[in-house]
Nanobody
């Protein structure tokens, strides 16, 4: 019964900024890792950034220095602040989480995706 609500996608001009949010809800006691992936047309899905429960982060080389991932553990929410956006950032962005269970170990959960379009 875990589900995600994503928001913040849209159309933005090159050099602009967007902030994506993803809220996890349901019977959640903890989340090990939350992150953002993206998939451009005709391309494979790739990791953009993720953040562990203790705050450690990973970023794709293509977004380092421009994107910042953060989380609010009390709200089970992950954010992606995207600055200096480029046309090549255009993609569907997916929220992802690893959630521990008592019977099946860690399980992968995905949001439905939100479209980010960077264009003049």
């Amino acid at each position: 019964q875990v589900q995600f609500v994503e928001s913040g996608g849209g159309l933005v001009q090159p050099g602009g900024s967007l902030r994506l949010s993803c809220v996890a809800s349901g019977r959640i006691f903890s989340i090990h890792t939350m992150g953002w992936y993206r998939q451009a047309p005709g391309e494979q899905r790739e990791l953009v950034a993720d953040i562990r429960s203790g705050g450690g982060t990973n970023y794709a080389d293509s977004v380092k220095g421009r994107f910042t991932i953060s989380r609010d553990n009390a709200k089970n929410t992950v954010y992606l602040q995207m600055n200096s956006l480029k046309p090549e950032d255009t993609a569907v962005y997916y929220c992802h989480a690893l959630i521990p269970t008592t019977v099946a170990g860690d399980l992968d959960y995905w949001g439905g995706g939100t479209l980010v379009t960077v264009s003049s």
